[in-house]
């Protein structure tokens, strides 16, 4: 076991509701590495990132995330994989009727903080961080697009992970905001030395941030030389 990678699949297959929708997968991932995962719709990007959290079912081969073995992941151990990663989606999942500041400190409880000032502060901070610290009592629905998911990825990174799994962050948004999430999460990913994997079917990014790509396509996943 490689211990500077943090994700490693080796001849994997990966199943949804009992189908194989990717085989012979060989990927790995370093600590603070970014890597692309791009691919035609249906091409199984999101398989990939659902079994990487334990969404999707691995049948075959050697996977691992951090020190969790994803062929004998328990189910009751998936929320403690899930909590060591920060996870953005391209329809953002927040509660739209709550404030910015709501969504954000409802994470926190959840994942055992207890210290109202401490809460407030660790909110402070990554609105701050994303640039959104003046929505901090806004509604969520009276954000754009691109503060949406600017806000998703502040949720994202509420516990300091070591990985980022973005699946198409900017799927819903125009070319200018999509570059300026990308930044953002390239920033996060300096700043704070977090692994990102970014899939997305937008080529026009990868051009952006030079980093390793692998495609998805023909049912596997080859990095692109
Ligand atoms: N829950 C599921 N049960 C069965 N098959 C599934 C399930 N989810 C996805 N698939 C199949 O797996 C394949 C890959 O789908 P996936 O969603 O991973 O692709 P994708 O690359 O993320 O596509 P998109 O760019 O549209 O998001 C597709 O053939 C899809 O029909
Ligand atoms: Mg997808």
């Given at each position: 076991?490689?211990?500077?990678?943090?994700?490693?699949?080796?001849?994997?297959?990966?199943?949804?509701?009992?189908?194989?929708?990717?085989?012979?997968?060989?990927?790995?991932?370093?600590?603070?590495?970014?890597?692309?995962?791009?691919?035609?719709?249906?091409?199984?990007?999101?398989?990939?990132?659902?079994?990487?959290?334990?969404?999707?079912?691995?049948?075959?081969?050697?996977?691992?995330?951090?020190?969790?073995?994803?062929?004998?992941?328990?189910?009751?151990?998936?929320?403690?994989?899930?909590?060591?990663?920060?996870?953005?989606?391209?329809?953002f999942q927040l509660f739209k009727h709550w404030t910015v500041a709501n969504n954000l400190s409802f994470v926190l409880t959840a994942t055992?903080?207890?210290?109202?000032?401490?809460?407030?502060?660790?909110v402070e901070e990554v609105l701050t961080e994303v640039g959104l610290i003046k929505y901090f009592n806004q509604k969520v629905f009276q954000?754009?697009?691109?503060?949406?998911?600017?806000?998703?990825?502040?949720?994202?990174?509420?516990?300091?992970?070591?990985?980022?799994?973005?699946?198409?962050?900017?799927?819903?948004?125009d070319p200018d905001t999509s570059d300026e999430i990308l930044y953002l999460l390239n920033k996060v990913s300096r700043d704070h030395k977090?692994?990102?994997?970014?899939?997305?079917?937008?080529?026009?990014?990868?051009?952006?941030?030079?980093?390793?790509?692998?495609?998805?396509?023909?049912?596997?996943?080859?990095?692109?030389?």
């Open positions: 076991m490689d211990n500077q990678l943090i994700v490693e699949l080796r001849d994997v297959v990966i199943e949804q509701s009992g189908i194989s929708v990717l085989r012979n997968i060989n990927f790995n991932l370093a600590q603070a590495e970014s890597v692309y995962l791009i691919g035609k719709s249906g091409s199984g990007k999101s398989s990939l990132l659902k079994a990487l959290y334990g969404e999707a079912i691995v049948t075959e081969g050697q996977a691992r995330v951090f020190e969790y073995d994803l062929r004998k992941l328990k189910r009751t151990k998936v929320p403690d994989l899930r909590r060591k990663m920060g996870m953005v989606f391209q329809d055992d903080w207890r210290d109202k000032t401490l809460i407030k502060q660790r954000l754009s697009g691109g503060e949406q998911q600017r806000l998703a990825i502040a949720r994202s990174i509420l516990n300091r992970p070591a990985l980022i799994i973005a699946d198409e962050p900017t799927g819903n948004l977090t692994a990102v994997i970014f899939a997305t079917h937008d080529y026009r990014i990868i051009d952006k941030f030079p980093a390793r790509v692998f495609r998805c396509s023909e049912h596997t996943v080859a990095e692109v030389e």
